[in-house]
Nanobody, 124 residues
Framework: QVQLVESGGGLVQPGGSLRLSCAAS????????MAWYRQAPGKQRELVAD???????NYADSVKGRFTISRENAKNTVYLQMNDLKPEDTAVYFC??????????????????WGQGTQVTVSS
C-alpha cells in the first residue's frame, strides 16, 4: 500500500503565494507521473499540473505562468509553488501519483493513489 500526505495549504490574500508538498511512502518500487488536482465547491475535480518521472511538466491554462510543479525523486515528494493567487484558485488540492510496487521477485503492479486533500483559500 502507498500513502500520500499533503501539506502547505491555508488562507492567503489575493496576490499571495503558497507552496504545497506531497510525500509518498509505503510499498514503492518506482513513482511514475505525479500530479496536482483541485476541486472547488460544486465543481468537478480538475487537473492543475503534472510532472513525469523525467521532469516534463504540463499545466492547466488557468495556472500557466503562476504555478510551478516540481519533484524530488530521492524524497518521493512533489511540490506545487503557487504565486499570484486569485480567489478562483480557492479549492481543495489533491496530490495524485502513479506508483509501481513490487509484488514479488518476478512481478510488479502499477496503481494510482490520491492524497487526502489540503484546503487552499484565497480571500481578502
Amino acid at each position: 500500500q502507498v500513502q500520500l500526505v499533503e501539506s502547505g495549504g491555508g488562507l492567503v490574500q489575493p496576490g499571495g503565494s503558497l507552496r504545497l508538498s506531497c510525500a509518498a511512502s509505503g510499498s514503492i518500487f518506482r513513482i511514475n507521473a505525479m500530479a496536482w488536482y483541485r476541486q472547488a465547491p460544486g465543481k468537478q475535480r480538475e487537473l492543475v499540473a503534472d510532472i513525469t518521472s523525467g521532469g516534463n511538466t504540463n499545466y492547466a491554462d488557468s495556472v500557466k505562468g503562476r504555478f510551478t510543479i516540481s519533484r524530488e525523486n530521492a524524497k518521493n515528494t512533489v511540490y506545487l509553488q503557487m504565486n499570484d493567487l486569485k480567489p478562483e484558485d480557492t479549492a481543495v488540492y489533491f496530490c495524485n501519483a502513479d506508483v509501481t510496487s513490487r509484488i514479488n521477485v518476478y512481478s510488479t503492479a502499477t496503481a494510482g493513489y490520491w492524497g487526502q486533500g489540503t484546503q487552499v483559500t484565497v480571500s481578502s
